[in-house]
């Protein structure tokens, strides 16, 4: 079970969190002009890296609040946190293996 | 009741003043508290199990710890399990246990026990208290951290357990394991947990673990659980789960009788049980020669040591036992039990040669290496490589935050276990010093052909599958393998001296 750090609280377990899936997905600033495409792909399309990755976690049974975290995919390492209003710390590799 | 008449005079670390009763397939057995069934089973001269599973053959404790893949039980009473190694289970007064053929049955009446489970955290979480994992708390707990230590026997020692002569800073080792331990316990931030198996590794060291609290009791309490679950958060795990012994793999192998040199080591010096009153050994490493001093010391006779290696090591010259070098075992004999077996040169090429002899044994000791037992690691993606001088797959880069120490790292030498242990401690002073262990040079012998000139002839068939795919690595070994098997076939060197009908449809037991 991951330990992921709450900018609030601190470290705690993965169960007191929900997951929110892939940070910095700009709402689309004229909506109303998008292709049906391109808003299914605004809607239903995500990255999936193996490495690091920005996602969005909540702190659910917690503060409640929302973050971001970035975290390797593939060795579940969380490589940093920050909070939404943060722009994505500019991490490319995760811890060599 | 039948006698122990197995049981040596002296020595073990079994409370001879108390004497329990055990029932084994409704026959009553003693036993001493500190025997396991296996051991007690063994006292009272008895090694058979169950039959194999498919084709009914006879089969007999072959190991002394959890890797036993024979001596599987039933346990009755309230709380009926299955498929428990006789291995791992301490006897209790009144324990009943039917063995069984591989294949278990489910109790059909509740569980009225209790189980719960504990959550903790720690900065040093230690898995194993061989004498790497006991240095590894030791150090630890010195620089002031919080440890738990994990062990799935009984009391910690580990290998040591099992030894006679080796010595950790000039004194006998369970001298020290005993300093360890009472430093440990006094320790306000030291938890110290026998009798429990970690059994899932996850990410960010949380560390899963089973704490049997109960069965080993004569009576349980009744504010205490059967069994406790233990969530670790651990800082940092110290992996020091030590190897398992690998077998041999020749004709006849599954006999009861034949059994690993380390297990029949264990039942000679920590539960005070001869195997066999005449104990043929045979090794591919040094760590063998260990068992052969203990066995002649305890006055047992080795008529004779089959070392596959073809140079005669300086511990094999040492031992005081007749060595034949450059030789395997190639069949056994007996009608349950084994009575005599048959060995024969060995050439690099992996063929036969020279003369078959037959010696006389009731029992057949056998030590094909150690594999290093990597699970916990692998479980965290950590990775492994082979180590050809080793013969095994040993791990490679340690996974961030953790550290694998001892056998399980593939390290053999007593002393530079104690020395690893201590460091992946954290202690910057000096370790303890051990003296024993060690493996020296190895040579793996993965499919022994078959006296008539087949490998894997009559019961190996199957062996053939398991041995060649134990060296995926070895492609050079593996082609030599089949080319062994293609030459022999053609010119068969004369009729097949075991007379098994068919291959069986499962791998060897061993």
Redesign the interface.
């Known amino acids: 079970?991951?330990?992921l750090p709450c900018p609030w609280c601190g470290p705690r377990?993965?169960t007191e969190y929900h997951y929110g899936g892939q940070a910095h997905v700009a709402y689309p600033t004229n909506p109303s002009e998008l292709t049906d495409e391109e808003w299914s792909r605004f809607l239903f399309f995500r990255d999936n890296p193996k490495g690091p990755f920005a996602e969005r976690w909540v702190h659910a049974i917690g503060c409640r609040r929302w973050f971001n975290v970035v975290r390797d995919t593939?060795?579940?390492?969380v490589l940093a946190v920050y909070k939404p209003s943060d722009p994505r710390p500019d991490i490319t590799t995760g811890?060599p293996? | 009741m039948s006698a122990q008449t197995h049981r040596l005079p002296i020595g073990g670390r079994i409370d001879r003043a108390k004497q329990v009763e055990i029932l084994v397939d409704g026959h009553a057995i003693s036993a001493h508290p500190g025997d396991t069934v296996a051991s007690a089973m063994l006292a009272n001269g008895r090694i058979e199990v169950g039959n194999s599973l498919y084709r009914g053959r006879p089969r007999g404790v072959v190991a002394a710890g959890v890797e036993e893949p024979n001596a599987l039980l039933q346990v009755a009473g309230q709380c009926s399990e299955s498929m428990i190694p006789a291995t791992t289970l301490s006897v209790v007064n009144a324990l009943a246990v039917d063995t069984l053929s591989g294949l278990g049955r489910l109790a059909p009446d509740a569980d009225e026990a209790v189980y719960d489970k504990k959550y903790v955290h720690t900065d040093v979480l230690v898995i194993g208290a061989g004498p790497a994992g006991l240095a590894a708390a030791l150090a630890a707990a010195r620089t002031g951290a919080r440890v738990v230590l994990l062990d799935d026997q009984p009391e910690p020692g580990g290998s040591l357990l099992s030894g006679s002569q080796e010595q950790v800073d000039g004194a006998p080792a369970l001298n020290w394991v005993n300093s360890v331990i009472a430093e440990l316990t006094t320790g306000a931030e030291v938890v110290v947990l026998p009798r429990t198996t970690a059994f899932g590794s996850y990410e960010d060291n949380y560390v899963l673990a089973v704490q049997h609290r109960t069965d080993h009791l004569d009576e349980a309490p009744a504010a205490v659980s059967r069994q406790r679950l233990w969530h670790i958060r651990a800082t940092r795990v110290v992996i020091a789960t030590g190897a398992h012994e690998r077998p041999l793999v020749f004709s006849g192998n599954d006999r009861p009788g034949v059994m690993l040199a380390s297990a029949v080591r264990t039942y000679l010096n920590r539960y005070a049980v001869r195997a066999g009153t005449r104990v043929v050994v045979a090794t591919t490493n040094d760590s063998a020669y260990d068992l052969v001093e203990d066995l002649l010391g305890h006055g047992i006779d080795v008529p004779v040591v089959i070392d596959a290696r073809s140079d005669v090591s300086a511990r094999a010259a040492a031992c005081g036992a007749p060595v034949v070098s450059g030789s395997v075992v190639v069949a056994t004999h007996g009608e349950t039990r084994i009575t005599s077996l048959e060995f024969s040169g060995l050439a690099d090429s992996g063929e036969l040669t020279g003369e078959v002899e037959t010696v006389q044994c009731d029992a057949l000791a056998v030590s094909g290496g150690w594999s290093p037992v990597v699970h916990l690691h692998s479980q965290r993606q950590g990775t492994i490589r082979w180590d050809e001088a080793l013969a095994a797959f040993v791990p490679d880069a340690p996974v961030s935050n953790q550290h694998v120490v001892g056998s399980a790292a593939g390290d053999f030498d007593l002393d530079s276990c104690l020395a690893a242990g201590w460091a992946a401690g954290g202690s910057d002073t000096a370790a303890p010093r051990g003296g024993g262990g060690g493996l020296g040079t190895i040579r793996p012998v993965w499919l022994v052909p078959g006296v008539a000139g087949q490998p894997g002839s009559g019961t190996n068939t199957s062996s053939t599958c398991s041995a060649t795919r134990r060296s995926p690595t070895c492609g050079a070994r593996r082609v030599r393998a089949c080319e062994a098997l293609n030459t022999s076939s053609a010119t068969p060197r004369s009729a097949p001296r075991t007379t098994r009908a068919k291959p069986r449809p499962s791998t060897p037991s061993v």
């Open positions: 079970m991951m330990l377990d993965e593939f060795t579940y390492e811890a293996r």
